[in-house]
């Protein structure tokens, strides 16, 4: 079956730039997770959805970042006024509920000139 | 906090050998614990799930084991092959959140 999609794969924009990166689950899972992941370091937890609510954001960085879930399925990772700092590898990843394997996307690379 | 210690950070070996991945962690308060390989410009590919009353897991020729109460996970790869060049991470679920390690890059030379 269809795993975890993400779009775009690259994302190249400016300094002080709004982008955002959207998330498809697999079918099914109620839970979607957003993680970084920085070059040569493992993926550090972002954001957590449980539903269309999110359950836990104590690891967005600051304000500039903001996550949506609205229909329980499709999630969209919101940056503002990026900086070169943001410049990462966004992974997203899905599972059928709470505490369950989760399966990852093959990320969005994410350059802040 | 959590903290996850992957040893080494790198391991060169010839094709055929066993190897053994190491991974240690600060907080044994887990669910389970997830291991993951990572190809280069990839995404994370999940290769286990041991859940925290497991002592063991296994597929194929990988074997990871759980000792929640040390705080220690091991995989264990039998006879290894170039394909299992890649980098191998281990993450802890500490309230549904995974906390990864900085991954052991393994590469299987021919």
């Known amino acids: 079956g269809a795993g975890v999609s993400q779009t775009p794969s690259n994302k190249v924009t400016e300094k002080g730039k709004y982008v955002e990166l959207r998330c498809d689950p697999i079918s099914g899972h109620t839970a979607l997770y957003w993680y970084r992941q920085s070059l040569g370091q493992g993926p550090e937890f972002l954001i957590y959805f449980q539903g269309t609510g999110a359950a836990d954001d104590s690891g967005l960085p600051n304000d500039r970042f903001f996550a949506v879930r609205p229909e329980g399925s499709v999630s969209t990772l919101k940056i503002q006024r990026t900086e070169r700092g943001d410049s990462a590898v966004y992974l997203c990843?899905?599972?059928?509920?709470?505490?369950?394997?989760?399966?990852f996307g093959p990320g969005t690379r994410l350059t802040v000139l | 906090k959590q903290e996850v210690t992957q040893i080494p950070a790198a391991l060169s070996v010839p094709e055929g050998e066993n190897l053994v991945l190491n991974c240690s962690f600060t907080?044994?308060?887990?669910?389970?614990l997830q291991w993951f390989r990572q190809d280069p410009g990839k995404g994370l590919t999940s290769l286990l799930l041991?859940?925290?009353?497991?002592r063991e897991q296994t597929s194929g020729r990988l074997n990871a084991s759980l000792d929640k109460s040390s705080g220690r996970s091991t995989l264990y790869i039998a006879a290894s092959q170039p394909g299992d060049s890649a980098t191998y991470l281990c993450?802890?679920?500490?309230?549904?959140?995974?906390?990864f390690g900085s991954g052991t890059r393994l590469l299987v030379r021919p």
């Open positions: 993450a802890p679920d500490s309230s549904y959140k995974l906390i």
């Open positions: 990843a899905s599972s059928l509920d709470l505490y369950n394997e989760q399966f």
């Open positions: 907080d044994s308060a887990i669910y389970n």
């Open positions: 041991i859940q925290s009353s497991q």
